[in-house]
């Protein structure tokens, strides 16, 4: 089944109203062979908004009109460079706390035997998260940074300040190193709580996460060759790493003392005998190293090239489509693969590859995933530029919060991921990101994009919608109504749609009537911006035209 078809079936909509995209997405279409090599086609807004949309969780008009601009590699320098560091989470709300006062962050501050404060700081924790991407830069590192959490994922700690030193841990390395990414995230706080390596004793080790980094988070695990044995490790290399890593611990779990969150190495925990791996290995041994042992682990595993393979896969996924067949493996990934072991391991140059490539641009490529539930939310809020009240804290962080729980209905809940394998639509065959889409679902988007564009919702006082004027300022041109849609179009769907697709959407601003009545609507607006009953007919009339588009399935892919 192709693409569309699949978008189709989702939506339970018949063939004839979502014509298929010229032949691309036939089942008899050749496969993408284009590579790694520098994009060399026309850089118009398609590319520049294809580039934004896949690196940014909702781009802008104006974000991606400088991106045109500024040209590809202009833009992806921006994409790619450092962010400033952000101001901790606070707390909104809570007035019991004698250690926070509101406006103040909690990150360093102890629990109470008495009061418990953990309710009120995840609610913040988990607000800020959103607060970072609704104030996000034209940057890469927010898509990274839940990248990286799918990737090594931790859940339920149950301590916002361990889930803030994990996620601040995250974004430090988000296009560093992954090798050492690696051994940092071995040993973090929230991961030794989440797989059990904080009771990883030298005379009661265990496996939890010695399994997981190798199947989920270095090298893969690869077909079943025998028993016990698969194609990049065997049970038995789990066995002796679980050994390897004994002896590790975290501190500050709820302290309700000033404590900073770590971790420590307890020498007597740790089993000091050798430790051989298997053959996958080269049956490698590996003698006591006390507490730099897990460093010599990871480098050792870092020694094999499937690592770089396994880890350009998953970028694969996440920034081009869910498919990697003989070609992408041969003239893609076998190249993310090659260039991350010259980099020794840096992330930011295969990055840089794959999304400057003639092969993240290819047309097969633009508008093929289905957004995710906080790209689904922020490419509405974000490209739509709906305001959160930033001048109410706690009205601010409050919708913050409700953004959060609404991702929840949606199956994401960003720092509690279902699984140590991360959300299904990332790895769960054949349905990948089709798994986003559901009866319960696609109900609760449409209605909040409904709410958006045309009800909009109330928080402490404040109206949260899509202000349609300040939009139509920023249109170009916005008198003549095809040049209009356009621009629409072009901010919201990843690719063009057809005439009639177009002619349905212009039914909603002059029903029925030639196009010259929009150019006189549009001028006595303007020329009568203080009547209200023209202005309320205007404001209706670009409301239930961005409703429309929003309920359109090419909304939902990017």
């Given at each position: 089944?192709?693409?569309?078809?699949?978008?189709?079936?989702?939506?339970?909509?018949?063939?004839?109203?979502?014509?298929?995209?010229?032949?691309?997405?036939?089942?008899?279409?050749?496969?993408?062979?284009?590579?790694?090599?520098?994009?060399?086609?026309?850089?118009?807004?398609?590319?520049?908004?294809?580039?934004?949309?896949?690196?940014?969780?909702?781009?802008?008009?104006?974000?991606?009109?400088?991106?045109?601009?500024?040209?590809?590699?202009?833009?992806?320098?921006?994409?790619?460079?450092?962010?400033?560091?952000?101001?901790?989470?606070?707390?909104?709300?809570?007035?019991?706390?004698?250690?926070?006062?509101?406006?103040?962050?909690?990150?360093?501050?102890?629990?109470?035997?008495?009061?418990?404060?953990?309710?009120?700081?995840?609610?913040?924790?988990?607000?800020?998260?959103?607060?970072?991407?609704?104030?996000?830069?034209?940057?890469?590192?927010?898509?990274?940074?839940?990248?990286?959490?799918?990737?090594?994922?931790?859940?339920?700690?149950?301590?916002?300040?361990?889930?803030?030193?994990?996620?601040?841990?995250?974004?430090?390395?988000?296009?560093?190193?992954?090798?050492?990414?690696?051994?940092?995230?071995?040993?973090?706080?929230?991961?030794?709580?989440?797989?059990?390596?904080?009771?990883?004793?030298?005379?009661?080790?265990?496996?939890?996460?010695?399994?997981?980094?190798?199947?989920?988070?270095?090298?893969?695990?690869?077909?079943?060759?025998?028993?016990?044995?698969?194609?990049?490790?065997?049970?038995?290399?789990?066995?002796?790493?679980?050994?390897?890593?004994?002896?590790?611990?975290?501190?500050?779990?709820?302290?309700?003392?000033?404590?900073?969150?770590?971790?420590?190495?307890?020498?007597?925990?740790?089993?000091?005998?050798?430790?051989?791996?298997?053959?996958?290995?080269?049956?490698?041994?590996?003698?006591?190293?006390?507490?730099?042992?897990?460093?010599?682990?990871?480098?050792?595993?870092?020694?094999?090239?499937?690592?770089?393979?396994?880890?350009?896969?998953?970028?694969?996924?996440?920034?081009?489509?869910?498919?990697?067949?003989?070609?992408?493996?041969?003239?893609?990934?076998?190249?993310?693969?090659?260039?991350?072991?010259?980099?020794?391991?840096?992330?930011?140059?295969?990055?840089?590859?794959?999304?400057?490539?003639?092969?993240?641009?290819?047309?097969?490529?633009?508008?093929?995933?289905?957004?995710?539930?906080?790209?689904?939310?922020?490419?509405?809020?974000?490209?739509l530029e709906i305001d959160l009240p930033k001048s109410d804290l706690e009205a601010y962080y409050s919708s913050l919060y409700s953004v959060y729980n609404f991702s929840g209905q949606l199956?994401?809940?960003?720092?509690?991921?279902?699984?140590?394998?991360?959300?299904?639509?990332?790895?769960?065959?054949?349905?990948?990101?089709?798994?986003?889409?559901?009866?319960?679902?696609?109900?609760?988007?449409?209605?909040?994009?409904?709410?958006?564009?045309?009800?909009?919702?109330?928080?402490?006082?404040?109206?949260i919608k899509v202000d349609v004027f300040k939009l139509l300022e920023k249109i170009e041109n916005p008198s003549e109504i095809d040049s209009f849609i356009n621009q629409f179009v072009e901010?919201?769907?990843?690719?063009?749609?057809?005439?009639?697709?177009?002619?349905?959407?212009?039914?909603?601003?002059?029903?029925?009537?030639?196009?010259?009545?929009?150019?006189?609507?549009?001028?006595?607006?303007?020329?009568?911006?203080?009547?209200?009953?023209?202005?309320?007919?205007?404001?209706?009339?670009?409301?239930?035209?961005?409703?429309?588009?929003?309920?359109?399935?090419?909304?939902?892919?990017?």
């Open positions: 089944m192709d693409r569309r078809t699949s978008i189709k079936n989702l939506f339970g909509l018949q063939s004839t109203e979502i014509p298929s995209r010229k032949d691309a997405f036939s089942p008899t279409f050749n496969p993408v062979n284009s590579g790694l090599e520098p994009f060399s086609g026309n850089w118009t807004k398609t590319e520049a908004s294809h580039l934004l949309r896949r690196t940014l969780f909702g781009p802008t008009i104006g974000q991606i009109q400088k991106a045109v601009e500024e040209g590809l590699n202009n833009t992806v320098d921006i994409l790619l460079q450092s962010v400033n560091s952000l101001d901790p989470p606070v707390n909104f709300d809570f007035e019991n706390d004698p250690n926070v006062p509101i406006g103040s962050s909690w990150i360093d501050m102890p629990y109470d035997s008495v009061t418990n404060y953990r309710p009120y700081r995840r609610h913040s924790f988990s607000a800020w998260l959103m607060k970072n991407i609704y104030e996000q830069e034209t940057s890469v590192y927010e898509k990274m940074t839940l990248f990286w959490h799918n990737h090594f994922v931790t859940s339920e700690i149950h301590d916002p300040k361990f889930d803030y030193i994990y996620f601040t841990t995250i974004r430090s390395f988000a296009l560093g190193n992954f090798r050492e990414f690696v051994k940092a995230m071995t040993i973090n706080p929230s991961m030794l709580r989440y797989l059990n390596g904080n009771q990883n004793k030298k005379n009661s080790p265990n496996e939890n996460y010695a399994r997981e980094l190798l199947e989920l988070f270095t090298i893969g695990k690869g077909e079943q060759s025998g028993p016990d044995d698969y194609t990049n490790y065997t049970e038995d290399d789990i066995t002796a790493i679980s050994r390897i890593l004994t002896g590790w611990k975290d501190d500050g779990y709820r302290t309700e003392k000033f404590k900073i969150i770590s971790s420590y190495f307890r020498s007597w925990a740790h089993d000091k005998n050798p430790k051989t791996l298997s053959h996958r290995f080269d049956g490698i041994t590996i003698e006591n190293g006390e507490e730099n042992e897990y460093a010599q682990l990871i480098d050792l595993i870092f020694g094999k090239k499937e690592v770089a393979r396994f880890i350009s896969r998953k970028l694969y996924r996440w920034f081009v489509y869910h498919a990697i067949d003989e070609n992408t493996e041969e003239n893609v990934i076998e190249a993310m693969a090659d260039l991350m072991i010259e980099s020794d391991y840096e992330i930011e140059p295969v990055l840089r590859s794959l999304i400057s490539s003639q092969h993240f641009f290819d047309f097969i490529n633009n508008g093929c995933l289905i957004k995710n539930p906080l790209d689904f939310i922020f490419s509405t809020i974000n490209s199956q994401l809940i960003y720092g509690d991921p279902p699984s140590v394998a991360g959300w299904k639509a990332y790895y769960q065959q054949p349905s990948y990101y089709e798994i986003w889409i559901n009866s319960v679902t696609l109900p609760s988007r449409m209605n909040f994009t409904k709410a958006m564009s045309l009800s909009g919702i109330s928080i402490g006082g404040h109206e901010l919201l769907f990843p690719q063009d749609i057809t005439k009639n697709q177009k002619n349905y959407l212009k039914d909603f601003l002059i029903p029925g009537l030639p196009d010259f009545e929009w150019t006189v609507e549009y001028f006595n607006y303007l020329n009568n911006q203080e009547d209200e009953n023209i202005k309320i007919s205007m404001e209706n009339k670009l409301r239930l035209f961005i409703s429309a588009m929003l309920t359109m399935p090419e909304y939902y892919l990017s």
